[in-house]
């Protein structure tokens, strides 16, 4: 009996976007906000180039994508991409979403790390959190983009939203889907605490991005 209430209650289709018209809709404004460099990105056009941990990880992540509604639907619809800077993880994701939107009419909401931050700060001055947590845990996929500071350290209030966000989500069996600079998955607990990750990951795809970056330092 729970696991029939469990399957129609988190049957993604069930509030899935019909129209293609709305997809292509749906699709664009997440390209605006994303930014025109990201427009193309498809797993196609994802430079492998014969490397066998990048196919490796194009693979499973392919994988990922036309088993989509399965695994939302199973609670394992979670997709972390850790690696250093520069190796296409953001490349990878946005391939996901938008297969996510197009493909499937699945409803996903992309945010930038940092701005997500500011959002958190300015929650706690205005009294605002319960409404960001709230605003943040009802997207069927919400994705982050990076959510560790340049500084390499969250401060304890920016942990404590996060948490709470990941947390609902989690009990919501919502898909949460991050990119994230770090070269370890220690690092990545370390980072965003171990309550945090170990519900990240639970049931989750997760993808270590290790190859050499694309974009070379100045001078390279």
């Given amino acids: 009996m729970v696991n029939d209430f469990q399957s129609r209650r988190h049957n993604p289709y069930t509030h899935r976007v019909e129209d293609p018209r709305e997809r292509f809709a749906m699709l664009t404004r997440l390209i605006e906000e994303r930014g025109v460099r990201y427009a193309h990105c498809d797993l196609d056009n994802f430079a492998v180039d ?14 990922f994508i036309d088993n989509m509604p399965e695994r939302l639907t199973t609670a394992k619809g979670g997709l972390i ?15 996901a979403m938008k297969a996510a939107i197009l493909r499937y ?20 001055e205005t009294h605002s959190t319960t409404t960001l947590v709230d605003q943040l845990s ?22 404590s939203i996060i948490r709470r966000i ?4 989690y009990s919501a069996m919502r898909a949460t889907w991050i990119t994230t600079n770090v070269q370890t998955a220690d690092d990545a607990a370390r980072l965003l605490s171990g309550p945090v990750l170990s519900r990240l990951v639970h049931g989750a795809l997760e993808l270590f991005c290790g190859w050499e970056s694309h974009r070379r330092p100045f001078g390279h």
Avoid at 166 to 169: N, S
């Fill in 50 to 63: 014969g490397d066998e941990e990048r196919g490796n990880v194009v693979a499973r992540l392919t994988d």
């Fill in 81 to 95: 991409l850790l690696g250093p800077w520069g190796t296409g993880k953001d490349h990878l994701i946005m391939s």
């Fill in 105 to 124: 009419g699945f409803r996903v909401r992309w945010v930038d790390g940092l701005e997500m931050l500011a959002d958190v700060k300015a929650a706690i």
């Fill in 138 to 159: 009802q997207s069927q996929i919400l994705v982050i983009s990076d959510p560790v500071p340049p500084r390499d350290e969250l401060k304890p209030y920016e942990l």
């Fill in 166 to 169: 990941v947390e609902k989500r």
